[in-house]
């Protein structure tokens, strides 16, 4: 039985048959609100403010619209999706209208009532991201006080309600070397799938990257880490492996392509290819105020423009990769090399390559890496200047 | 220890009853015209005996009776189908999507 792989030949499909070639999944970012302050937040450098959201009834029916498209599982994110009080609506809405529902949290704000009553509603699944299983390590990169506390008793809840649980657990210089016990955490909190999620550099972290980036051992030393855990654990912990792209001789196939598997929807309403796609020039986004998700799925500008191979130019045009990376992301080819055209920096055919290979392997050398640019929503203008230092 | 939390590895026999968790659906998307299993983060695209199979997978028929069921209706020696049916829900079994 295989994982979908879905959208063949999207190009060539007729409109009618939308459902065929809708998405699977949709990341709802309900809020960019949230009381962490990862350094490696994946919100993007503009955030949206509480008065731009979308409302209740705005959610309830992009539930509705994306279960029409045929989209299979919405995934609750942010920020912090719990911030909003009216959680429960949504998922209460998602879920009659058959949609597998998944909420990403970081568990700091929700309680038991709360949790419950989700369940009760019909949330299928919980996502719980942690920063480390050292406290006060975990406090220093979230900035954040008694969160994995906070965690545990969340986590307690979930095997209480009997709800299924994923531990997320983004990897970098801090805490890689904690990976051990990292995977012993999510077996004691009853997790039936650990992320091992090695920092993806864009858009906010991208600012960290010197301050966060592990070497090149300690990123080989996972691979045995999580292969050996992998054998021990079998049947009890399902690995999912978020490769580090800077070490990497061949792309991700970033969002499982461009338009094909995956939408997302921002806190005011943007659909956007990715979470990151707004750092890309020239796309333009359509919001569900005024357009129908369907269309703008279908006939988007932002979701044509690199859907399918017919953008791509060499080394990516005639590839015999192209459709399986799909030219890896176009967020981090803008990032990198200032064009979202070319291939992922992180294919070795990319002549950025080897930039892009010392720029990680010259920052992880460093024995005293950078302060962290702490993510606040006071920062929203992305400026490292309104960001808060400390250590 | 709740249903969800998974302290040892299932080993699938002919003996087993295999169920879905409650966490896991087996559903028919008329949309796209073909059956999905949806699970936490991941959909999967079940072939046809694999549907089959999933159906039956009830928690109160055993892995025998489920094989003998399909030897029955496709006409094929129940040795064959057995294996075939064990290894499935074993690899099932070890992604979290089917309990026994």
Partial sequence: ????????????????????????????????????????????????RVNQELT?????????????????????????PTVRKDLEDIVEVAAKAGLYTNLITAGV???RDRLKKLKDLGLDHVQLSIQDVNEANAEKISAYKNGLAKKRELGKWVREFDMPLTINAPIHR?????????????????????????????????????????????VYKTNEIVEEAKVRLKGILVFDFVVPDYYAKTPKPCMGGWGRGIMNINPSGKV???????????????????????????????????RGPSWMKEPCKGCPRAEIDFGGCRCQAMAFTGDATNTDPACKFSPHHAAFVAAAEAESGVANPPNFLYRRLGGAKGSPDSAVETE | MTASVQR???????????????????????????WHVLAPERVFEPDAIAVEILKRCDDQRTVQSIADE???????????????????????ADKGVVKA
């Fill in chain 1, 109 to 111: 704000t929700l309680t």
């Fill in chain 2, 8 to 34: 040892t590895r299932t080993i699938i026999s002919a003996a087993s009853k295999p169920g879905l968790p409650h966490h896991i659906k087996l559903r028919h998307d008329p949309g796209r015209g073909r």
């Fill in chain 1, 1 to 48: 039985m295989n994982e979908i792989a879905p959208l063949e030949h999207f190009a060539d499909a007729p409109v009618e048959a939308a459902c065929s070639r809708a998405p699977i999944g949709l990341l709802a970012e309900l809020t960019h609100r949230c009381p962490l302050q990862c350094p490696y937040c994946s919100n993007p450098l503009e955030l949206d």
């Fill in chain 1, 272 to 306: 956007l290819p990715c979470h990151a796609a707004e750092s890309v020039p020239g796309l333009e986004f359509d919001n569900v105020k005024t357009k129908r998700l369907a269309d703008i799925w279908l006939k988007g500008q932002a979701f044509q423009m690199y």
């Fill in chain 1, 174 to 218: 801090h805490n890689i070397e904690n990976l051990p016990a990292i995977i012993d955490f999510a077996v004691e909190m009853g997790a039936g799938r650990l992320e091992v999620a090695h920092i993806q550099y864009y858009a906010w972290a991208l600012k960290n990257r010197a301050a966060l980036m592990p070497s090149r051992a300690q």
């Fill in chain 2, 70 to 92: 399909l030897a029955n209706e496709y006409n094929a020696p129940v040795e064959n189908i057995i294996a075939d049916v064990i290894s499935m829900l074993q690899e099932l």
């Fill in chain 1, 56 to 80: 209740t009834a705005e959610w309830q029916d992009i539930m509705r619209q994306a279960a029409d498209l045929g989209i299979l599982q919405i995934h609750l994110s942010g920020g912090e």
